[in-house]
């Protein structure tokens, strides 16, 4: 089964400091890795995926994420925080579901807890 | 403009009483599913639906129902709600059921029962 652990349920940087937002995840497959992002009362956007191309990826605003295979994680990564940043931000894992009861497997998404980050001036 | 869009925003309704929270998406997507998020438990999947007439259930399908009658709508159905269904609900389609497809969500509906 698969599953995904974001440390840190809060994060605060202040503004042009280095944001990092930490994931592992694990799973039976190789996965496929997503960045999601949530500002406040909006749903979630995509930020950034990972399909097995490049192990740097990188995504809107500034931000990228390295996949680390050794390591299972997929931490986010931004050189420069701004305020325009503060939001919650989810890491998530896709891969093949156990198939259901008509036999089909689907590309399954399982989110991680979500975590808050807070840009100081 | 691509879209996936909820109603009500906002919805506040009393123990057992029957509610319909409406998703519809314009994207000509053949999969959506349900979420809810609740504090320090990021998303879970309650239903989801890979074609008209296809749904099954996700991680927490307790207490919901859906249907999907046409490929555009994907309601959720609470007959009968209870105070632990107070949550915020998200819908989410995407093209295709492939592992590497984005899914694009709805602007969320904030829902609290007493």
């Known amino acids: 089964a698969q599953s995904v652990t974001q440390l840190g349920s809060h994060v605060s940087v202040s503004e042009g400091a280095l944001v990092l937002l930490r994931c592992n995840y694990s799973?039976?497959?190789?996965?496929?890795l997503f960045w999601y992002v949530q500002y406040p009362n909006q749903g979630l956007q995509l930020l950034l995926k990972?399909?097995?191309?490049?192990?740097l990826v990188k995504g809107i605003n500034g931000f990228e994420a390295e996949f680390k295979k050794s390591e299972t994680s997929f931490h986010l990564t931004k050189p420069s925080a701004h305020m325009s940043d503060a939001a919650e931000y989810f890491c998530?894992?896709?891969?093949?579901?156990?198939?259901?009861?008509?036999?089909?497997?689907?590309?399954?998404?399982?989110f991680g807890q979500g975590t808050i980050l807070t840009v100081h001036p | 403009e691509a879209q996936v869009t909820q109603n009500p925003r906002y919805l506040i309704t009393v123990t057992g009483k029957k509610l319909t929270v409406t998703c519809s998406q314009n994207?000509?997507?053949?999969?959506m599913s349900w979420y809810r998020q609740d504090p320090g438990l990021g998303l879970r999947q309650i239903y989801y639906?890979?074609?008209?007439?296809?749904?099954d259930k996700g991680d927490v399908p307790e207490g919901y129902k859906v249907s999907r009658k046409e490929k555009r709508n994907f309601p959720l159905i609470l007959e009968s709600p209870s105070p632990n269904q107070t949550s915020l609900y998200f819908c989410?389609?995407?093209?295709?059921?492939?592992?590497?497809?984005?899914?694009?969500f709805g602007q969320g509906t904030r829902l609290t029962v007493v």
């Open positions: 989410a389609s995407s093209k295709r059921t492939y592992w590497n497809t984005e899914a694009f």
């Open positions: 799973s039976s497959v190789p996965p496929y």
């Open positions: 990972y399909t097995s191309a490049a192990t």
């Open positions: 998530a894992v896709s891969d093949l579901s156990l198939p259901n009861a008509g036999g089909t497997s689907y590309g399954k998404l399982t």
């Open positions: 994207m000509n997507h053949e999969y």
């Open positions: 639906s890979m074609n008209v007439e296809v749904t």
